[in-house]
DNA sequence: CAGGGTAAGTAAAAAGATTGAACATACCAC
DNA sequence: GTGGTATGTTCAATCTTTTTACTTACCCTG
């Protein structure tokens, strides 16, 4: 993302016109089928203004008159809608499974996507392949004559908060990779908007971010695969993703849950990785790098030692789980990632544990929204191109 | 705090006038001496807005013209400073020792302050002894003439993000108390902001908002005391603190550190506070509930039970530091709460694990800035201070 | 089915904020 | 002392929002 906001707001009659007309694209974008006056009302703006806004907002062709809404008494008001005709956005991933690339538009409905399997390679060749498969999907019909705003690409590793470099990818074996670099090389004449985010930041905002219905003010999503992340998306008026300094904020497999516990490659013992990760069941179940872990694990779930382990890693991922809702007190988890393919068996214990204790400190009975995504193979590419677009109204509108 | 952002944010003209008024005000705050060359050029306004918008604030009384600053070339700038001696802040905080009380100018300097020991009690007895201290406060000859901003109060438990309510505060006994209510009936005619917060999200925001050296982009907060807690502010032009969505967020004495380790009273087991909290040293070694228990082990030290208690401890809130470290990735981490007075029998073992372990994920060598305040008796209502200033900048100026 | 009522959206004048350019001020170096 | 340079102020110009009509459009009522 890198929405750059260091030094304190201040602003010209220009910045105000943006800022306005910024906030009538998102209010649209959150809440389809909002009219001028309900603009109006909500952004404590006069109709003058908002009717202003509206129009220009149409010509440039971001949003489109809808239908007539029924009166509430007098003059119907007509319903605005984001221009999901015009646009597109391009999400990618790489991760220790595969590339993906999705294409979307600005309502997030996809419109075309690829996934190719592939183990880890050097980043220039991961670039070479992961700019065909870009190429692919740019060429497919359904992109005709669409503009493209821009081109999102998440990684499984920490990135500089301030500019795209990924720092490390222990899963992929890359380290300090200025990733979008050897992507421009293989695709110079792409357009737009370029970024480059974390796996789980990326897909944590893009499960807030395209959101129609109540869109909650902060959701937590963790990506329990071969690794453990996850990232917190939240701050009502421009969703904002916790970074940290280093851009390490979220890192959570290397949180400590067992003190004095296995050696995990970090170094240190007892981390979250060696309790549930892919790499962790892997080394406990004997499961070669050459098979699909999910796959194999399915198949041998009634060897009691499977279905132990898997118990087990599912209750250090309800403590995990746990210990991110009493640090960070998300209105909303979601859990994603290769591992929860692995169904009932992981994810049962991890949701009893988390279930059973979430409320011991206020005592309420309230249950903490928490979605698991079965195939989150798309989920982070699509967050990836979701910061595309907020980026682009952030900026441009 | 309770920053109301939930909107997008849309403004007229009246609006940006106040923005870059805020804008100006708390460049000067965060660098007094600025001058209004300096100001329009970080602030990217002309010189003619900065100097409209200065001698509004001067004449307001907020800031002061200082001397004139050595010329690079040309004329000399007028260096600008807040005006330090026209209002006055106030903070309280209620903590299972007693009750605080400080008075505070803009800049944070200390005008008065007062501390009483006392065991908890009821909310409303507590609220007649608090206004009584404060009476007191404000009575006093430095506050002389200067005109009361507001009043913030620090509680040790979660207060609800959206309205003055203390949800739970378990080592004082009280459950879903407004306490400010009842302060209010105690002080009906004491003017301005009134407030309430977590005592260590006060803390920490006071920790990064009173600084006039290069501030950190954010700050973590623990609080060792009774209980555990901590507060992480944080994010670029006005510093927020993450509160989560039932104020929940840093409530980490109940993060799991230890799976089936003690049961905590929260009714969890292996919760950190466990661990590292002045109830579960006191349990451990027998600390009576009359006795102070710093003091009391601060004699006992050669025994090698406590001396082992505390470096179980200390390693269990070194864990914690670490996790913080990972799931949060602060700037700056300062630990503060009456533990901290134990020194190194406690804090050695905990620096030791968090320096040893901190950078086992990118391999670097650089260090967490990590500050110990010896004695934080006033740091949290220093702090709820702060957000009341916060707090005016951002609506009033 | 005509007419009043109500609300949505638009147009033009008025109000208000920032900018731009010119100007006054103040120090320094030669 | 004079020229140079940068700070800070003044005032007309520019731009954006608001204010105040006014038009449009539907519903309900008689």
Known sequence: MTITSNQHQAGDL???????????????????????????????????????????????????????????????????????????????????????????????????QRHIRMAPDAPDTTAEALAGLIREVIDHPELNERQLLGLG??????????????????????????????LRAELPDLGGRWLLDNEAKAAAFGELYFRTDKTPESL?????????????????????????????????????????????????????ETLVSGWALRAALGVGEEEDLVDTLLHRLQEPEVAMALKRAGEALGTLLLNLHHTLDPAEIVLGGSLTRLGTPLLTPALEYFTANQNRLLGTTQQRPLRIIDDSTFTAARGAAAEVLANTIHATA
Chains 1, 2 share one sequence.
Not at 70 to 98: F, I, M, Q, T, Y
Not at 173 to 182: A, H, I, S
Not at 234 to 261: F, M, N, S
């Open 14 to 112: 220009h910045f105000l016109k943006r800022l306005n007309r910024s906030a009538i694209l998102e209010m649209v974008r959150r809440t389809p089928g909002m009219t001028r006056a309900d603009i109006a009302t909500r952004a404590q703006l006069t109709k003058a203004t908002v009717g202003g806004g509206v129009q220009t907002l149409l010509k440039q062709g971001w949003l489109v008159e809808g239908e007539l809404l029924k009166s509430s008494g007098g003059r119907p008001g007509r319903a605005l809608h984001l221009n999901d005709h015009r646009h597109v956005l391009l999400g990618a991933e790489v991760s220790v499974h595969g590339l993906q690339v999705i294409a979307c538009t600005l309502s997030g409905k996809t419109l075309h």
């Open 153 to 182: 690409v998440a990684l499984p590793g920490p990135i500089a908060p301030d500019r795209p470099l990924l720092h490390l990818a222990p899963n992929l074996g890359w380290r300090d990779v200025w990733f979008l670099d050897l």
């Open 220 to 272: 937590l999503y963790v990506s329990a695969s071969t690794g453990i992340g996850s990232g917190i998306v939240g701050g009502g008026h421009w969703p904002l993703v916790t970074r940290g300094t280093h851009g390490l904020a979220g890192e959570i497999g290397h949180t400590v849950l067992q003190p004095g516990g296995l050696y995990c490659h970090c170094g240190n013992r007892g981390c979250a």
